[in-house]
């Protein structure tokens, strides 16, 4: 049975826990033990369970779509990653410097923001994607920003790192990238990585085994 889910809401499996991811607050609530007492699965973006009570419990959390209708959102995430662009040593580029002058100029402006903030104009960002920048240079771009990362200010948290790459890869005529956000549970983390195809371009393949995709931009 298909569950219709509300706008902005996505769920994942991990395990025998159901964990859900608000993009519209940028919240997770994690249900301990229920992904495996509903039969729940997550295809395609899409949740279904075999367990038909469990939509009283949907129901009386406001997860449902009001009317019921499918999402047209529900896009299913990029490929799990087998490599990563960041496993061959940098070699250096003519791009660095621009990449330091972009980062910084744009920093500012996003510095402090939401996540619903960070994600809606990566979704502004994603409809105008170029597509000119072939993988070789999208890999170069993604090594040179990992290289000059210890560089740069404010590169602590994964969500603001992995939307500045977002940007100077967009900016750069990046076309099939995705900011990917997957979740964990005991102990419940999130974490957010940027992906190209099966190649992550923000952190390493090995690294992200233990996550689960629940939402991609």
């Known amino acids: 049975m298909h569950i219709n889910l509300r706008p902005g809401l996505y769920a994942a499996v991990w395990g025998r826990d159901l964990v859900f991811f ?14 495996h007492a509903a039969g729940a699965s997550v295809v395609g973006g899409r949740l279904n369970v075999h367990e038909p009570g469990v939509i009283n419990i949907f129901s009386e959390q406001q997860m449902l779509s009001v009317d019921g209708t499918p999402r047209s959102d529900r896009h299913a995430p990029p490929p799990r990653p087998t490599s990563s662009a960041l ?43 170029g597509g000119h920048l072939h993988s070789d240079g999208l890999f170069t771009l993604a090594r040179a920003f990992e290289h000059l990362s210890p560089c740069l200010p404010w590169q602590a948290a994964c969500v603001f790192r992995g939307f500045m790459l977002m940007r100077l890869l967009t900016r750069g005529g990046a076309g099939d990238v995705r900011w990917v956000f997957g979740v964990r549970t005991w102990p419940f983390h999130a974490h957010c990585w940027v992906q190209h195809g099966d190649v992550v371009l923000s952190d390493y393949a090995e690294s992200l085994l233990r996550y689960t995709p629940i939402f991609a931009v």
């Open 22 to 35: 608000d993009a519209i607050n940028g919240s997770y609530q994690m249900a301990a033990g229920l992904a």
């Open 87 to 129: 496993a061959e040593t940098y070699g250096g580029s003519t791009a660095a410097l621009a990449i330091a002058r972009a980062y910084t100029e744009m920093a500012w402006l996003y510095l402090g923001r939401p996540l619903p903030f960070l994600l809606a104009h990566a979704r502004a960002q994603s409809s105008r994607r």
